[in-house]
Nanobody
Framework: QVQLVESGGGLVQAGGSLRLSCVVS??????????MGWYRQAPGNQRELVAR???????NYADSVKGRFTISRDNAKNTVYLQMASLKPEDTAVYYC??????????????WGRGTQVTVSS
């Protein structure tokens, strides 16, 4: 069974930094991990894209985080990271990891983690 487990969330003051990690497990069911990404959802809001990194390493970011957040991946560790700097109170949300995976069943699958809370105090 494929699982995505996030870590690294917490409480930080405005202007501070956090690094989120997401490990994909269940390698026996995975042929290839394609795009990986981070999304967030604040109370009362829809889930939104924060950043995404594709298999070849290209990235895209939400306008609200450009220049402050950096997404990266370590394919050897099946891990995606989100380095967040210059955090603002409006970055407060539950952050979810997402992965597009080609399974050993030769079908594409979309997996989500359970989320990690990031709270930025003013």
């Amino acid at each position: 069974q494929v699982q995505l487990v996030e870590s690294g969330g917490g409480l930080v003051q405005a202007g501070g930094s956090l690094r989120l990690s997401c490990v994909v497990s269940g390698s026996g069911h995975i042929f290839r991990i394609d795009a990986m990404g981070w999304y967030r959802q604040a109370p009362g809001n829809q889930r939104e894209l924060v950043a995404r990194i594709h298999g070849v390493g290209s990235t895209n970011y939400a306008d609200s985080v450009k220049g402050r957040f950096t997404i990266s991946r370590d394919n050897a560790k099946n891990t995606v990271y989100l380095q967040m700097a210059s955090l603002k109170p409006e970055d407060t949300a539950v952050y979810y990891c997402n992965a597009d995976i080609l399974g050993t069943d030769w079908r594409p699958h979309d997996y989500w983690g359970r989320g990690t809370q990031v709270t930025v105090s003013s």
